[in-house]
């Protein structure tokens, strides 16, 4: 039972993360209809910004409280991977926007061997480890053992909740929002009704990026060690997390993005930690054959 | 960031700007250069690295910042100014076009360049250098050219969209592998020496048969969400041979007897007849093996333009594109679209699969290392780039692709710029992935876009402009 | 009134629903055997849904379809049929064979080449990258692949599939001269004008040899000049093929004029099904082109008797 509740626990902690990388992708194939594939090695770079990051104020500017330091480290890290995440939509898609359907693709691609070549080359191909922080953990007695919460899991649980909950009010409640919604549905009649369309994409993408970031920054101090090649599998899950919610949905990314979290966790704690990536993949696959919308996206009826 | 572009080009008459509006391009590289800076902190500016207590800290890099902020400053100021005044007196005023007779000849004097090559290379770079040329190069490129043609009938005809090709490739290295290293020593061992040529239609049927397992449960799916599953399925595999360890020897490989010419090694340490004393040819062992390597691959390769170039004036051809075009339209005429897909998914796969068997029998080991997802984006993109479905532009794409990579690792002499600390090899892939956005951008539809019909009413009929043809849904 | 004495194609209690709404209700309707039949009303009355259903793109969600190509349709034969769980009951097991056919229960591409049922769309939906001709070549797809031997005789370029091809390039050159498009043949079929694409959609699902062509909104968009070619085609194809025409059509001096047989729709009911002359004279059908007011409606209907 306890190690239920425990596996439970990092199960949520892990689909967080997911979760919150899952938004970039969901939100971008509403609104341009592909898969940006780049997306998975934003937050690779995004979680290289935040240790670097963390590196330069705990040993070089002198800032000795941790939680000070995570919180310009999240700031600045967002402004930091908004602005890759946006210069990739201006360089890799938008001149293709409207063509031949695989080209963006093709670029997308291209744009992800490139990110995570460049910080193969900028960073080295080494494992970073990254300083341990936020360590102490909680105990809750449970049963005849006990539950631990480390105040990194604590605090990955608040971060998302008060994130998503923000990013929720943007979308419902902007112009933003009703800008995005309605290039979602006609992107030619909303630019006729004089949305920008343009803008309205490149802020999708900025949205995006902002949210990997604070995914790569809770990678990087819950594993505690990064590698350039961190982007592509968790992007892939993160992708399955947005399908298997319905991809569009928001609410769906993020309950994916768990459930795929939990998948993963329970996979390894009772099955085979081996197989945990083949289980991540299965579930693509079985989700996208068996319920090609999701649990939350809406059905897509072929049209005669 | 195109707001402050440097005005209009003088050849667009319609406003004709007395001047470079130099402020505006100053601004625009500004600009450019600003957001340079933005991505370069912190991830260039700091390199982490490992202290003498293992613990990591940073090193600053500001050097390499000022470099490439005042590289793309200076290169956004030099494209607005060419772009404002044109270039007519570098780039060759006529524009590359090919009569329609050359067209019809280039096939014929590609294929007679692809036969003379290894000795071409022979020639110029002698017993030493050649092998490089004749395996590194040309069997290479030969090896990707296969695979590009086997996913064309797929993607290119079919319009079905597969980023998981690499694991047809690796059933069919693993096919061989895993037989002529154990089921025919094990059974048969007098087989031993024909083991490559044995494993060659197994491995070809497995993979077809894996084409199939796997086609049926993404029938349904459509554009990207076909791809992603194909992906799913592509790294499946790959982890299962990782991780079945018992079987496929994991993350270590597998040793594969050496490919053989019909029984007579090329070369032998314990003093066989090799197939150069039996033919009392000059020459190493190893350029012996190389030529027959590089005529093997040449004549698979060519077995596959020649199927597909006759699957094309087929009605199972006919189906594909058609299906590609519009596949509600097919199943109005009866057309059993499942079926026409299956059929695309095998015969690609199988061609993946004879592919990944010639692979494994060159390397003489095959390991997961050389199936992971970057050889199915590598090979999508050269089709793509190819123009899909043009057999010659993929050829073409092919070599631009692998042999521009393979020639980056040629790179050495930037040591002697940035010093010898510097790997050109690292920047290979870097300089790869940008190119597939630049090419992408440069050339959407690919270099052939045209399509040539199947079938005329008389004689020849011209090629089909890009513009009309589909690139599927599916 | 061939549509009674000689079925092609029965239709029973119809019913169509997309979620909430109902696009066809509990339609029921014949098609004659050499008729052209015309399937009218007004713009969402779900008419191309019917055409949907006919040719197995949607399942309907209740509703029988039966189609004949031996005789007419027989009742008692239809429900014998049915009770067996079978699909269809043909003479022999070529594809292609005269037999009994439940719609409701085939597959699309089987409606197309089993019972023999071709259609069009309101949209058209040509192989646009591929040759006029080839877009002919495709529409014969089942007779050619059987003579392929499903592609591996074909491989080896078996003289039985050379014939084949070459009695596939005899229909298609017959298709193109009457639709006047030989000299376009080698032409990509996205090229072609707007009015040619809507006749060479036409001789594709003519290049199938079927017993039911389904046609829908042939004369759309087309100029007066089209309208006429497109007249001459249908009757072409009536006076001198064994397929019967199902049609649907806004024009009503096109209805009138070529059709044997007319059924009206009106928010997925039938309101009318009789002879051109008949139906022209029918007020409700009067009331729901026209538009008439509500109360005037009750007028109609009362005068009527409903
Ligand atoms: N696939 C579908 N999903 C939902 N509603 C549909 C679908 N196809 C048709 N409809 C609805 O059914 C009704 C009838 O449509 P349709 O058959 O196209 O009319 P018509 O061809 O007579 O103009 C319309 O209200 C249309 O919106
Ligand atoms: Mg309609």
Known sequence: MEYFVQQLINGLTLGSIYGLIAIGYTMVFGI?????????????ISAFIALILLILLTQFLGVTSIGLALLIVLVAGMFLTALWSWVIERIAYRPLAGSFRLAPLISAIGMAIFLLNFVQVTQGPRNKASPSILNNVMTIPMGNGSVTISERQALIFIVTAILLLAFWAIVQKTKLGRAQRACEQDRRMAALLGINVDRTISLTFVIGGALASVAGLMFMSYYGVVSFSDGFTPGVKAFTAAVLGGIGSLPGAVIGGLLIGLIETMWSAYFSIDYKDVAAFSILAIVLIFMPSGLLGRPDVEKV | MDTTDGGTPVSDGALPSPRFPIEDALRSAGLWALVTLGLCFPIVAFETLQDFSNRLTIEARPLLVLFAVAAVFAGRLGWLAVRYHGLPQLLPATRFELTPERKKQLPRIGLAALLIFPFFALLLTGQGGAVKWIDNFGVQILIYVMLAWGLNIVVGLAGLLDLGYVAFYAVGAYAYALIATYVIPATVPGLGPWAFWICLPIAGILAAFWGILLGFPVLRLRGDYLAIVTLAFGEIIRLVLINWVEVTNGNAGIRTPYITFFGLPFSSRTGETTFGDVFALPGSP?????MFLYYTILALALLVAVATQRLRRLPIGRAWEAMREDEIACRSLGINTVNTKLTAFAIGAMFGGLAGAFFGARQGFVNPRSFEFMESATILAI???????SLVGVAIAAVAVIGGIELLRELSFLKQIFGPEFDPGQYRMLIFGLAMVLMMIWRPRGLVGARQPTIALDGNAKAISASHVKEGHG | MRWVRDPLLVVEGLTMRFGGLTAVRDLSFSVGRGDITALIGPNG?????????????????SGLMALSTGGPVRLDEVAALASTGHRYKCVDDQIGADGV?????????????????ARTFQNIRLFSGMTVLENLIVAQHTPLMRASGWTIKGLFGAPQYRQAEAAAMKRARYWLEHIELTHRADDAAGSLPYGDQRRLEIARAMCTDPVLLCLDEPAAGLNPRESLELNTLLRTIRDHHATSILLIEHDMSVVMEISDHVVVLEYGLRISDGTPESVRNDPKVIAAYLGVDDDEVAQVEAEVGL
């Open chain 1, 32 to 44: 341009i209809g592909m898969v940006n594939f780049a997306h998975g090695d934003v937050f690779m």
């Open chain 2, 286 to 290: 190893a350029v012996h093996r190389s």
């Open chain 2, 383 to 389: 089709v793509v780039l190819g123009g899909m479905g």
């Open chain 3, 45 to 61: 009355a779900g008419k191309t849904t019917v055409f949907n259903c006919i040719t197995g793109f949607y399942k309907p969600t």
């Open chain 3, 101 to 117: 056919f439940l719609l409701e229960r085939m597959p699309d591409f089987e409606i197309a080449r089993r019972a023999r049922v």
